[in-house]
């Protein structure tokens, strides 16, 4: 009927329009540091099944089919593609970069510890490392303390992280940087700040040193970009548009087939 035409049709507009959420923000964070591009999955919903398969005909044998009719769409879920984005070079001492896999670790005044893999830090007046943010500066966990009479810094692919000091020949060690990962990445909560939260879905955080047990290298004077492909999004935008106007069609052509029925006369 016209009016199960309408329903379906609304369907596939909700769940066109918040494609176009995802991709908007996917396009929105196009230069932000070490962002992860989401994408949306969907799956049919219900049928209503007017003729089962296997029903008997008239001699009594099954029928080899049925008759379905699909009740439209939903959002199964969003999914975040953890791929390893470009390094853009920066060659300042506090930009850093994981090659591979894991992630940062900051601690939040709250006391709970989030994940990131934007690389961009600072140091603050106590000296300790902290996430390069005008709101929250998130100290590295572990925390790594730089002295003040500090004259350089180094990091090895391996995550120690060294300082240069006035009359010292060589470098002094000052911490090391310990990276996390998880069983499941794409369960990790993105609470925005280029911040995650670990929860059920991930796994507990799995901690270990760069360059060991499948761990990412750290890569000093570099950040990683964001892995969105402005072009893909782009063809995805007017895929999606156009998918869009199809289903308003949709819901043109059942409103002027109810319109035709209003106006039958005997």
């Known amino acids: 009927m016209s009016v199960q035409t309408l329903y379906t049709a609304a ?8 494609k176009l959420d995802v991709i908007s923000n996917n396009l929105a964070n196009v230069n932000t540091t070490a962002f992860k591009k989401d994408r949306v999955n969907f799956e049919d919903l219900f049928y209503d099944n007017r003729v089962l398969p296997g029903k008997l005909d008239g001699a009594s044998n099954p029928t080899p089919t049925g008759t379905h009719i699909g009740l439209g769409v939903r959002v199964q879920s969003t999914q975040t593609d953890y791929q390893q984005g470009a390094f853009r070079e920066t060659d300042r001492s506090l930009d850093w970069t994981i090659r591979g896999k894991g992630f940062f670790q900051v601690l939040d005044p709250t006391g709970q510890t989030y994940y990131t893999r934007a690389g961009n830090f600072s140091i603050n007046a106590n000296g300790e490392i902290v996430t390069g943010s005008a709101g929250i500066g998130r100290p590295l966990e572990p925390s790594i303390t730089i002295p003040q009479d500090t004259t350089g810094i180094e990091v090895s692919s391996d995550g120690i992280v060294s300082v240069q000091r006035p009359g010292q020949q060589t470098l002094e060690e000052v911490g090391q940087i310990q990276l996390a990962n998880f069983i499941n990445p794409e369960g990790l909560l993105k609470l925005g700040d ?9 796994s507990a955080a799995i901690i270990g040193n760069p360059n060991i047990d499948g761990f990412g290298s750290v890569e000093k004077g570099f950040l990683e970009a964001s892995n969105v492909e402005p072009v893909q999004e782009l063809v995805d935008l007017i895929t999606t548009q156009r998918a869009f106007e199809l289903n308003s069609q949709t819901v043109q052509a059942g409103d002027q087939i109810l319109q035709l029925v209003s106006n039958l006369r005997r």
């Open 194 to 202: 280029n911040l995650y939260a670990e929860t059920n879905s991930s």
């Open 11 to 18: 369907t596939g507009m909700q769940t066109l329009q918040t």
